[in-house]
C-alpha cells in the first residue's frame, strides 16, 4: 500500500521509552514541499498503475495527529490546513473534502 508521512520523530521518547540515542528514528529534511512532492509520486504511481482502481487506489497517511511523533496533518496553529490542503490537491480529492470548503 502507498504511504505518505509527514513527519516522524521519536527524540522526544529520548531516554524513557528509548534509552539508547542510536535507536532513534527521526526525518532530518522533512518539509511541506517534500511532502507534497511525496503525494504527487503517489498520485502518478497511482495513475500508471495497472491494477483494479478499487484495490489499488489505497493510501495510507500518517499520521492525523501523532503531535508526539511529528506526524501533523490536522489543522493547526503553525500550518493551519497546510497539509490537508497538500494531500487534497496532489491526490486530486473531489472538491468539498478539503479543509476550508
Request: hydrophobic letters at 35%; glycine letters at 8%.
Amino acid at each position: 500500500m502507498r504511504c505518505a508521512a509527514s513527519g516522524f520523530d521519536e527524540r522526544p521518547r529520548f531516554p524513557h521509552l528509548i534509552p539508547d540515542r542510536t535507536k532513534i528514528r527521526y526525518y532530518e529534511d522533512q518539509t511541506p514541499e517534500l511532502f507534497a512532492q511525496g503525494l504527487s509520486h503517489i498520485r502518478a504511481d497511482i495513475a500508471d498503475s495497472g491494477h483494479i482502481s478499487a484495490v489499488d487506489n489505497f493510501v495510507s497517511i500518517y499520521a492525523w495527529n501523532e503531535w508526539h511523533e511529528g506526524g501533523i496533518i490536522e489543522p493547526n496553529a503553525k500550518d493551519g490546513c497546510l497539509y490537508l490542503g497538500l494531500i487534497h490537491d496532489r491526490l486530486n480529492l473531489p472538491k468539498g473534502t478539503s479543509c476550508g470548503d
